[in-house]
């Protein structure tokens, strides 16, 4: 690149605070060609660098200009006004190191720059920027920002304390940030980082949005109507939600690659002593209090509550009921298993111990039906349909008391609908308990069908007798 010294007429360098005009250094140069001849009445482009200490090191602000030159060659130019490449010109730290001003210059008005010169910067802007003028730099208004450069801490409403933040406020309603969307200007938003990754803002009035590629919470959080009641001690949560109507509601929109064991609400708990629970549920008054309800909704497979127990003593799901109607699980349709269904038999956990008699008199007071449930008068019922087989509980009642249960089914308001207490009581039938009274019933028939097997075989034996004595007779 072709160099030649460039005269320097004025170097004026302007701070300006608030309602000022924005800071700017005042440049005026005569613009030669590499041959010294003065380029006037021109177009000519111009690439302004600031450097810091070292002349030939990288700059740390860059514009470019487009001035014109006057018929004696002089080219005039505000530098913190051009077209920024690189850097803020507001954030030059004046104050500290040396600075020199680099000039670049097309004559052809271009970006093809031939003619460079490279000029110090010397007193006046130091002395603007450590107050030997006697201004201020704590504040500058540029353009219609407000910005501040200070070295140490800033400090609201702090009084005679020195903030220990780069920012400090203090006061009852310390800090607040108004949007410009909608009609209740909502939409303030506080960014954190160098991108749009990750913010808080209120989205809509009233609600406020956090978003973040990952968050991490390491204290104890409740989300919930002010004031509630936290719980402590045994009871005491990680997180604990109260709401109105939906606590805590988890969903999963299913991706395009379709991946498997997609969960709304994952819960799980590691080591430890005592109970651990991966999802607890509680529900306290009210109509149709549910502590945890699942709902699955699809074409194949769905499912709304899933439980998964591995290990010693594993429960994939646990219920547990205190109390009149009580019941720790209740299923409103269909039950399939494929494994075992068992019961408490242990002799240890049993007491008053007594045979059963009399069990073939009261099974032939069966009375075996077929039927039809009323599936149309009762639909929150989800009662089966086609044709049944089974008893009649108030008959069954009669005979063995023991296996007919009072019961009731509450139904519970899906989303969406009006929420009300509907209960339908009803009698039910313990099937299970009949197996024992079966098993009576056929022993004692087979006492029966021995009996009178013995019986038989007397009265044959006997005939054979006679029927020798006829025979013996004849002869």
Not at 29 to 41: E, H, K
Not at 71 to 93: D, K, P, R, Y
Not at 100 to 116: A, L, Q, W
Not at 302 to 320: I, K, L, N, P
Request: with cysteine; aromatic share 10%.
């Amino acid at each position: 690149m072709k160099k030649i010294t460039i005269t320097l007429f004025s170097l004026l360098f302007s701070l300006c605070l608030m309602a000022q005009a924005p800071q700017k250094i005042s440049y005026q140069a005569v613009v030669r060609d590499a041959n010294g001849q003065l380029i006037t009445n021109s177009t000519v482009g111009m690439r302004i660098s600031i450097i810091k200490d070292d002349p030939d090191g990288p700059a740390e602000y860059v514009e470019t200009h487009t001035p014109t030159t006057n018929a004696n060659g002089l080219a005039t130019l505000e530098i913190g006004e051009g077209t920024a490449v690189s850097g803020t010109f507001f954030f030059i730290e004046w104050r500290s190191g040396s600075h020199y001003v680099k000039t670049e210059t097309d004559p052809n008005g271009g970006t093809n720059y031939t003619i460079s010169g490279t000029s110090q910067l010397l007193s006046v802007p130091y002395a603007l920027y450590s107050n030997i003028a006697g201004v201020s730099t704590a504040w500058t208004l540029v353009g219609d920002n407000i910005a501040s450069v200070p070295e140490g801490n800033v400090g609201i409403g702090t009084g005679a304390f020195i903030p220990e933040s780069k920012l400090q406020v203090e006061a009852n309603d310390a800090i607040r940030i108004y949007g410009t969307q909608g009609s209740f200007n909502h939409g303030g938003t506080i960014h954190f980082g160098d991108g749009n990754i990750v913010y808080l803002q209120e989205f809509e009035d009233d609600n406020l949005k956090l978003k973040a590629n990952k968050t991490w919470v390491d204290s104890d959080v409740w989300v919930g109507p002010d004031p509630f009641t936290l719980n402590t001690g045994v009871d005491a949560s990680k997180f604990e939600v109260k709401g109105n109507q939906v606590a805590v509601r988890g969903q999963v929109s299913v991706p395009s690659d379709n991946v498997n064991w997609n969960r709304g609400v994952a819960g799980f708990v590691e080591g430890g002593f005592g109970t651990n629970w991966g999802v607890y549920g509680a529900a306290n008054n009210g109509i149709n209090c549910v502590g945890v309800y699942g709902f699955g909704s699809t074409t194949v497979g769905a499912t709304g509550v899933h439980g998964f127990g591995q290990g010693d003593f594993s429960r994939g799901v646990y219920g547990e009921a205190n109390g009149a109607l009580a019941l720790a699980g209740s299923f409103n349709g269909n039950v399939n298993y494929t494994g075992e269904l068992m019961g408490p038999s242990d002799a240890k956990l049993k007491k008053e111990v007594m045979a059963l008699d009399g069990a073939l008199e009261k099974v032939l007071q069966l009375q075996p039906k077929t039927y039809f449930f009323k599936t149309d008068e009762f639909t929150d019922l989800n009662l089966p349909t086609g044709a049944q087989m089974g008893f009649i509980a108030q008959e069954v009642q009669d005979i063995f008391p023991g296996v007919v249960h009072e019961t009731a089914h509450v139904a519970h308001s899906k989303p969406g609908e009006e929420t009300e207490l509907r209960t339908t009581e009803y009698i039910s039938i313990n099937y299970l308990s009949f197996i024992p009274v079966l098993t009576k019933a056929i022993q004692e028939q087979q006492e029966e069908v021995e009996s009178l097997k013995r019986e038989n075989e007397t009265l044959k034996a006997r005939m054979e007798r006679l029927e020798a004595m006829v025979e013996g007779l004849r002869k």
